[in-house]
């Protein structure tokens, strides 16, 4: 089993490459077909509720989806994005159990 906690879905900032930009059906297929077993979703600066249950959905309990985000931290460089989240209000979804700064973890369940 392999687990792999660093992982990208989209192109989330300047220089990311286009190939970054994936389906939730593209990207459960590629993992389907590794030995990886645990992933968690890393996109710089960015977290995207819908797409995360999106893949979660499409990879049926064969792989275990961890919500996450890299952050960049930086002094006012072009390049970096501010931190973005795409999620509901937390009352909005019965798996919300963190908000902090508009960004939201849904505990799995």
């Known amino acids: 089993m392999k687990i792999d906690i660093h992982v990208h879905t989209r192109k989330t900032k300047i220089g990311d490459s286009k190939a970054r930009d994936v389906t939730?059906?593209?990207?459960?297929?590629?993992?389907?077909?590794?030995d990886v077993k645990i992933l968690a979703i890393t996109n710089h600066n960015a977290f995207d509720l819908a797409q995360y249950e999106e893949i979660t959905k499409q990879v049926d309990g064969a792989v275990q989806v961890w919500p996450g985000v890299e952050l960049?931290?930086?002094?006012?460089?072009?390049?970096?994005?501010?931190?973005?989240?795409?999620?509901?209000?937390?009352?909005?979804?019965?798996?919300?159990?963190?908000?902090?700064?508009?960004?939201?973890?849904?505990?799995?369940?």
């Open 24 to 34: 939730p059906e593209q990207f459960a297929r590629t993992v389907l077909s590794t």
């Open 72 to 109: 960049d931290v930086c002094c006012h460089r072009p390049d970096r994005v501010p931190f973005s989240a795409e999620s509901p209000e937390p009352g909005d979804h019965p798996g919300v159990k963190v908000a902090v700064g508009g960004f939201r973890v849904e505990a799995g369940g």
